[in-house]
């Protein structure tokens, strides 16, 4: 029980720091391509920073870019790793 708990502690960990990393390359991402985006707002304003990364990088290329799956996906990683931890 208890190594269920760590592991999915550390997973948690691991995921965090995948979603700040990716949420910086998408804001990095966008501030180079010229849109307007604010550093000091990106807790509030990721989703929508998301959004407009996911069809910027559909309109170019006809897919979504990759960050944005790593960003989805770490962000739920996360979730699942609290709930889980909750019920155990």
């Not at 990095?28 to 985006?37: A, D, I, M, N």
């Not at 989703?47 to 944005?68: D, F, M, P």
């Amino acid at each position: 029980m208890v190594a269920v708990q760590i592991l999915l502690i550390l997973l948690g960990i691991i995921a965090v720091a995948v979603y700040v990393v990716s949420t910086v390359m998408i804001y990095r991402c966008l501030e180079g391509r010229g849109e307007k985006v604010s550093f000091l707002w990106i807790r509030f304003f990721m989703i929508s920073y998301a959004n407009r990364y996911k069809n910027l990088t559909k309109k170019e290329t006809g897919k979504v870019g990759n960050l944005y799956y790593i960003w989805l996906i770490s962000i739920n990683i996360v979730l699942v790793c609290v709930i889980l931890l909750l019920l155990f």
